[in-house]
């Protein structure tokens, strides 16, 4: 407890409570450890704070899009109540390698769970114990891109993952192996640019502790815990406010995405601003032919 008082301490908590409640639900933990002494108390502070995560299994629904058709690739399920939506790859049988179809009806399914609102959180998983994916099917592969059940050559799985860069939920990957993700320059951001190299480079295999020594995940578990840790981890997000996520998610990508980061950041300080009375007097004094009145918010500093 170095350098804080029994009551500076009560001080800050009393802050990173307030915080907790109303803006940055990831500040706490950061601060929690930094004036704690040991990780087991930072953990002890962090509880006080939340509570406990309930650890219980979640029971999945079969869920469907507005569309009406079947999905044959990919398994579509919501959590009923809990605001989880969980998308698998199934083909299993080619360790979960993906032709245009999975990636038509993984849009439709990301599509789907971004609409919902009461959907916060979605999780992206593979059928089996072998393989989370193992990339495009390369059966199907020809000159002009992946080919299934028309002869158009597609490399659709970059619209893929724009969607889920920009979806303002979080999607957490629950893998059996890694995946490189949006080519090599965010892997590269994340494991630092002398890892990707010899990762690219010379093409080896890494298990999962590896994997997590590098930063490419964020926490290892035995395979059959995988599916629990990973919904604690849904639930410890839903509890924090959805905005802040939204905006949170946004803001870590905006720099690295450019102008189409700012143009989301931006998006999402709109929205943001539709929701006040400043942004209503706006509205209503077109709609009503008159000028403004702006002259009762305040300038902040
Ligand atoms: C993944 C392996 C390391 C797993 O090895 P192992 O556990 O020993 O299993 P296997 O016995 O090898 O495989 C079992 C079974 O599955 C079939 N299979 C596995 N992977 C694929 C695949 N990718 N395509 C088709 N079939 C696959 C395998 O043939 C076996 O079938 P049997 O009938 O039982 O024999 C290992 O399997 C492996 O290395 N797989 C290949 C991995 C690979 O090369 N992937 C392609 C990477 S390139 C890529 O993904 C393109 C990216 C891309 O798609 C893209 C890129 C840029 C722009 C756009 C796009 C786009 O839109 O597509």
């Known amino acids: 407890m170095a350098g804080f008082s029994e009551k500076e301490l009560r001080a ?3 802050r990173i409570s307030n915080i907790a409640g109303h803006l940055l639900p990831v500040v706490p933990a950061s601060l929690a450890t ?8 930072a953990k002890d502070s962090y509880h006080r704070v939340h509570g406990e995560v309930n650890a219980k299994e979640a029971v999945w629904s079969i869920a469907c899009d507005d569309s009406g058709k079947e999905f044959m690739d990919i398994i579509y399920e919501k959590a009923v ?12 049988e080619r360790r979960n390698a993906f032709r245009p179809q999975t990636i038509k009806e993984l849009i439709r399914a ?16 593979g059928k089996g114990t072998k393989a989370f994916c193992s990339g495009g099917d390369q059966a199907l592969r020809k000159s002009d891109g992946y080919v299934d059940y028309d002869s158009v050559g597609r490399l659709n799985v970059l619209d893929l993952q724009v969607q889920i860069r920009r979806l303002p939920k979080p999607v ?8 490189a993700g949006y080519g090599s ?16 480079f010379l093409s080896r295999f890494y298990d999962a502790f590896e994997a997590e020594k590098m930063g490419l995940v964020n926490t290892v578990v ?5 599916e629990l840790e990973t919904v604690k981890w849904c639930r410890e997000i839903l509890r924090n406010s959805p905005t802040a996520i939204r905006v949170l998610k946004s803001a870590l990508n905006a720099a690295d995405d ?16 539709y929701g006040t009375e400043e942004a209503q007097e706006g509205r209503t004094a077109y709609m009503e032919r008159r000028r403004p009145d702006f002259s009762k918010f305040p300038r902040k500093p």
Do not use: C, Y
């Open 12 to 14: 800050l908590e009393r």
């Open 34 to 41: 930094r004036i704690s002494p040991s990780p087991a108390a």
């Open 81 to 92: 109540g809990e605001g989880i939506a969980k998308i698998t790859i199934n083909r299993p």
């Open 110 to 125: 990301f599509d789907d769970a971004r609409d919902d609102s009461s959907i916060g959180v979605i999780i992206l998983t």
């Open 172 to 179: 957490i990957a629950m893998v059996g192996s890694f995946d």
């Open 185 to 200: 320059s965010i892997m590269s951001r994340l494991v630092g640019p002398k890892k990707a190299r010899e990762m690219w």
């Open 222 to 226: 035995p395979l059959e815990k995988l």
């Open 258 to 273: 450019g102008h189409a980061g700012l143009q989301e950041l931006g998006g999402n300080a709109t929205l943001i601003f």
